[in-house]
């Protein structure tokens, strides 16, 4: 039987076996860790696979509930960290519909990103998890619900909140909004980001 072909933006080739490997590192069944990542374990069974690619919300999720980062998750090493990332380096990795660049060295504590969000992608997902958030706006309006209060951000503008208070993120403007975000990494097995609501399984 033949491997699904990837669909497009579908660039992460390395996700699927690291994903199946730090699961059992952290000692976790399928159906727990697809429990704390909000997942259905068919789903998450998938992203193993190799058939379905995760949304960069559900990598930060998984990332947390195995105690490490992103950039392992991506198959980057400790040994690969450097203090200084050239912007020929910053190769682009599209998950769920966004667009993000490492703009920082993995395995520290705190994870920097540039971010791309497309108009229309990811807008009903609703994040919750230890830890703060600050990102700023390059290009484009990024609307920003913190809690029951909405925001505008334009360029120039930033946010600094508490990862906790619920919040969700959505381009404004039919071009996209560019922003940098800055998150930090509990390096907890039990640290878990909740997403919902969701309509289904993201594409």
Request: charged residues 20%; hydrophobic residues 40%.
């Amino acid at each position: 039987m033949n491997a699904p072909e990837p669909g497009p933006g579908d660039d992460l080739p390395a996700v699927a076996p690291q994903l199946r490997a730090l699961r059992r590192r952290a000692g976790l069944t399928l159906e727990a860790a697809a429990r704390s990542a909000g997942l259905s374990p068919a789903h998450l069974s998938r992203l193993e696979t190799g058939q379905r690619q995760p949304s960069l919300p559900m990598l930060l999720a998984l990332a947390r509930i195995y105690g490490t980062t992103v950039s392992e998750l991506l198959g980057e090493t400790v040994a690969d960290r450097d203090a200084i990332v050239r912007a020929a380096d910053m190769e682009p990795t599209r998950a769920g519909g966004w667009t993000y660049f490492q703009a920082g060295a993995p395995g520290r504590g705190m994870q920097a990103l540039r971010v791309r969000v497309p108009y229309g992608t990811q807008g009903d997902i609703v994040r919750v998890h230890p830890g703060e958030e600050w990102l700023y706006v390059l290009k484009g309006r990024l609307g920003l619900r913190l809690g029951d209060t909405a925001h505008l951000l334009a360029p120039g503008d930033s946010a600094h909140f508490d990862s906790l208070t619920p919040h969700r993120l959505a381009a404004e403007d039919h071009d996209g909004v560019e922003l940098l975000f800055v998150h930090t990494l509990l390096q907890s097995p039990t640290a878990t980001l909740c997403l919902g609501p969701l309509t289904g399984e993201l594409p």
